[in-house]
């Protein structure tokens, strides 16, 4: 083997090795980009995860206040109950819009939530222009019902977030 | 209030029709109100009312605020050919209320008894 060749063979060589170097560089990049997106991808899960866990906290303080209130309707003086079930109600509609993975059974009640609590508002403005008492008894009665729907999502949703991938 | 004969109230009828049918086959759950004569049932983004106003059949259609956003009155779906709005009325009102349970049991109970 002359000094030709055997510069030659080295010029082989390092173009290999340059051609490996090149190849080992692009497959960590590939992989660096990999695990950055994974990891850009748990970030987002557990965002998620918190605005819904949030999200279903404040569902459970709703069910609190409405339930609070509908204990305590026959005590609330009934002008302020019109505002009262109007806020809860816009409580409602915000987490709703919070809990992007409801399923429509769970949408189609809180939406009769939703509907329940416009139509009492709107029985106690009736009662007032008329100068009668609202049915509070009534009122009682399908609140009660709106609580323990409720209720039940709640206990849904606390459950997926308890075993998530169920 | 609609007029009828454009296309939104074809929808209208449309919708009213699909849900008389699918209460009658028992498909739609109908909740009682804080109104006596007013009954609803809810789908994930509106809600429907069916409420008997001084003897006249009203369909209502709410929005995501519980607002209403179109009203059907007996008169504007009998001239638009239908014919069912107080039947919707009836069946809605009886789910609500329970009346086929409480038929059966009184049934049942008359049976064991006799």
């Known amino acids: 083997m002359d000094g030709h060749q055997i510069w030659v063979l080295a010029s082989l060589v390092e173009l290999l090795v ?18 950055s997106e994974q990891a850009r991808s748990a ?12 999200a279903v906290q404040e569902l459970g303080g709703a069910i609190s206040t409405i339930d609070d209130l509908r204990r305590s309707t026959c005590l609330t003086p009934v002008p302020v ?3 009262r ?8 509609i915000a987490i709703r ?40 008894h009534r009122v009682s009665e399908i609140i009660s019902r709106q609580v323990d729907e409720l209720g039940r999502i709640l206990a849904d949703l606390k459950d997926q977030i308890d075993r998530p991938g169920r | 209030m609609i007029g009828l004969g454009d296309k939104m109230a ?64 007996e008169g504007q779906a009998s001239n638009a050919g239908f014919a069912n709005l107080r039947d919707l009325y009836v069946t809605a009102r009886r789910t ?7 038929l059966d ?8 008894r006799s």
């Open chain 1, 18 to 35: 340059l051609i490996g170097g090149f190849a080992l560089t692009f497959w960590r990049i590939g992989k660096l980009e990999r695990a």
């Open chain 1, 43 to 54: 970030a987002q899960r557990l965002q998620d995860q918190i605005v819904k866990l949030m």
């Open chain 1, 81 to 83: 109950l019109p505002d």
């Open chain 1, 85 to 92: 079930y109007a806020s809860l109600k816009q409580d409602l």
């Open chain 1, 97 to 136: 819009g919070r809990i992007p993975d409801l399923t429509d059974q769970q949408r189609s009640k809180i939406q009769g939530a939703i509907q329940q609590l416009t139509n009492v508002q709107e029985h106690v403005y009736d009662a007032m222009a008329n100068g009668k008492a609202p049915a509070l």
């Open chain 2, 10 to 73: 074809d929808k209208l009828i449309q919708i009213a029709e699909l849900v008389y049918q699918k209460t009658a086959n028992g498909e739609i759950n109908w909740e009682k109100t804080p109104d006596d004569n007013t009954f609803q049932t809810s789908f994930p983004r509106y809600s429907v009312l069916v409420q008997d106003a001084n003897d006249t059949i009203v369909f209502k259609i709410c929005n995501e605020e519980g607002q209403v956003i179109e009203r059907l009155s």
């Open chain 2, 96 to 102: 609500a209320m329970g009346v086929d349970e409480a």
């Open chain 2, 105 to 112: 049991e009184i049934l049942q109970t008359l049976a064991r």
